[in-house]
């Protein structure tokens, strides 16, 4: 069955870096728009990047310049780059994955995984 297994959350103060990665199984990965959305409490749903099939992303505009997407197709596995991160970025971050055209909204809607915890203080 399809999995997507996200990692790489935690705690870390203003301006600093992490790197989210989502580990992706049981369907073929090369054939999907990746990517990433967040939500904080008490907040609508936000797509932060996105990746399409040939690698071509896109961002929100408000991580542009700040968090990159990336895939290795080799390990079936999804990451986003996060550097200096605002409290502004603390949320819940989704690995997700659609069919259709790639784009942010269009990854907020699709499958998702269990997601992990960044927390920007």
């Known amino acids: 069955h399809v999995q997507l297994v996200e990692s790489g959350g935690g705690s870390v103060q203003a301006g600093g870096s992490l790197r989210l990665s989502c580990a992706a199984s049981g369907y073929t990965y090369r054939g999907y728009c990746m990517g990433w959305f967040r939500q904080a409490p008490g907040k609508e749903r936000e797509g932060v990047a996105a990746i399409d099939r040939d690698g071509t992303a896109s961002y929100a505009d408000s991580v542009k310049g700040r968090f990159t997407i990336s895939k290795d197709n080799a390990k079936n596995t999804l990451y986003l780059q996060m550097n200096s991160l605002k409290p502004e970025d603390t949320a819940m971050y989704y690995c997700?994955?659609?069919?259709?055209?790639?784009?942010?909204?269009?990854?907020?809607?699709?499958?998702r995984g269990q997601g992990t915890q960044v927390t920007v203080s």
């Open positions: 997700a994955r659609s069919g259709g055209y790639c784009s942010l909204l269009n990854v907020v809607f699709g499958y």
